[in-house]
């Protein structure tokens, strides 16, 4: 079917969305898929990112399981409940399980109109160490008092480690798993997938400064504050800009997920 965008323009959604809203956040969302897999963040079939669909309280977008990130399209995107039944005809499943900690954030936090879990090696590393991330460049000030933690506890999340870890999560826009990865949550799927590659840049350059083997230094306390409240600004969703850009660079190679 046909509906009409805020432009006035035409597009064209499949039958059985309920939107034009709902179709455009599959659009962003298998697109964020698709940036991960061009980024090297991707972990075969495993690992998700999940939205929240406008308009419907309780209903998520969700990688239908078994399809690598650059195979997401907006249209096989699977919609489930906040405990991961698919509530639309689908011809493909979910992992129940990995849906559980996205159920479970999504819930504790009204603002996750995005959330996003990864295996980003860079990221895993830096959450195995003690100190966890450092201020050591612009990327990781971005974060300084405002990234969160949680202790691994293995494979299968219980409904205790939900509460747990959205505990752990509080209000943080990202967290670094313990030996196991990375999450952001975005008040819009650009914020959530630039708090991601802020996040990944910032463990990545800790990472390749600790290589060298050599003293590390860290800008004072005060320039630390000052830096962050600099680099966040007036609290504006982030990723309104880069969003676009992101996209062109897509649609320059591979514009399917949006189909």
């Known amino acids: 079917m046909d509906r009409l965008t805020t432009s006035g323009q035409a ?72 405990h991961g039944n698919i509530i639309c005809r689908s011809q493909h499943a979910i992992n129940s399980a990995g849906f559980a900690l996205h159920g479970a954030v999504h819930a504790a936090r009204p603002d996750a109109a995005c959330v996003m879990h990864l295996h980003n090696p860079s990221a895993i590393a830096v959450g195995m160490q003690g ?20 202790d691994y506890e293995g494979l299968a999340m219980s409904p205790a480690e939900q509460a747990r870890l959205t505990a752990s999560l509080g209000g943080h826009p990202a967290m670094l798993l313990r030996n196991h990865g990375s999450l952001t949550v975005g008040r819009t799927i650009a914020e959530a997938f630039v708090l991601m590659q802020t996040l990944d840049q910032a463990c990545g350059l800790q990472l390749l400064a600790q290589s060298a083997c050599m003293p590390l230094r860290q800008p004072s306390e005060a320039v630390c504050i000052k830096a962050h409240g600099e680099l966040v600004g007036d609290r504006a969703p982030e990723g309104r ?9 897509l649609d320059a190679t591979n514009p399917s997920y949006r189909t």
């Open 131 to 150: 100190p966890g991330l450092q201020p050591l460049s612009p990327y990781a000030l971005r974060f300084y008092s405002e990234l969160a933690y949680h």
């Open 11 to 82: 597009a064209f959604t499949p039958p059985g969305i309920t939107s034009a809203a709902e179709w455009q956040t599959r659009i962003d969302l298998a697109a964020c898929y698709q940036l991960c897999a061009l980024f090297n963040w991707d972990d075969g079939i495993y690992t998700h990112i999940s939205a929240a669909v406008p308009g419907e309280p309780g209903h998520y977008l969700i990688n239908p399981f078994g399809f690598r990130f650059d195979e997401i399209r907006a249209s096989n995107l699977v919609k489930v409940d906040r």
């Open 241 to 249: 800009l880069e969003w676009p850009a992101l996209l062109r660079r």
